[in-house]
């Protein structure tokens, strides 16, 4: 299969995270979704990443359909099997999302206009969604425990994220979430080389 992805997004890098715990063979095709090459719009109308071509042809996409096709293709294995706590790892993963998401706002509010034309307002917003979200995992970080789930790998991506794009502006009072990436990395040890990163 083929992944249309970037090394800095974090919903890439969650999805590249994923296929490596469960040993599904990805090749990745790095794409600037600025520029809209056909590989992507001719995929994924939104132009959108990541984007999932499968062997038969199949565009699969957004992140977390990729997800769910992953854990179906591998025998359930990327979620919880019982309901309560598959609901858990799910919320976890569409807040960690909705987070990132927030994040990406910022950076492309600050990328894409010119300093003048920047809404300072819009940006603060979405820092004040982001700041609520990384206080409530502070204050409960997920546990870890034999086996990872898709929450947990959504969890990596957005702590991932955060510290390449806004090192020194959050870490100061989330001691228990850096603790929490290390604890995760000693369960993919391939972390490193695989959270968001500068292409």
């Not at 992507?40 to 939104?46: F, G, H, K, R, S």
Request: proline residues 6%.
């Amino acid at each position: 299969m083929k992944l249309l992805c970037s090394p800095p997004s974090p919903f890439s890098s969650k999805v590249r995270m994923a296929a490596r715990y469960l040993g599904i063979e990805l090749t990745e095709i790095h794409v600037d979704t600025n520029a809209g090459p056909a590989v992507l719009v001719d995929n994924n109308p939104l132009g959108k990443i990541p984007t999932l071509l499968t062997k038969d042809g199949v565009s699969i996409f957004d992140s977390r359909a990729i997800m769910h096709h992953f854990d179906r293709q591998k025998g359930k294995r990327l979620y919880p099997a019982k309901d309560g706590k598959r609901t858990e790892a799910e919320v976890l993963e569409a807040l960690c999302d909705g987070t990132n998401e927030c994040l990406l706002s910022i950076v492309y509010e600050r990328r894409l206009r010119d300093q003048d034309k920047q809404h300072q307002p819009w940006i603060d917003r979405q820092w004040t969604k982001a700041s609520r979200t990384l206080a409530h995992l502070n204050a409960e970080p997920p546990k870890i425990g034999k086996k990872l789930h898709g929450g947990h790998f959504a969890l990596a991506s957005l702590l991932g994220y955060l510290q390449l794009r806004f090192e020194g502006q959050w870490e100061a009072d989330h001691a228990d979430l850096i603790d929490w990436a290390r604890k995760f990395e000693k369960h993919f040890p391939a972390y490193q080389t695989m959270k968001p990163r500068q292409a």
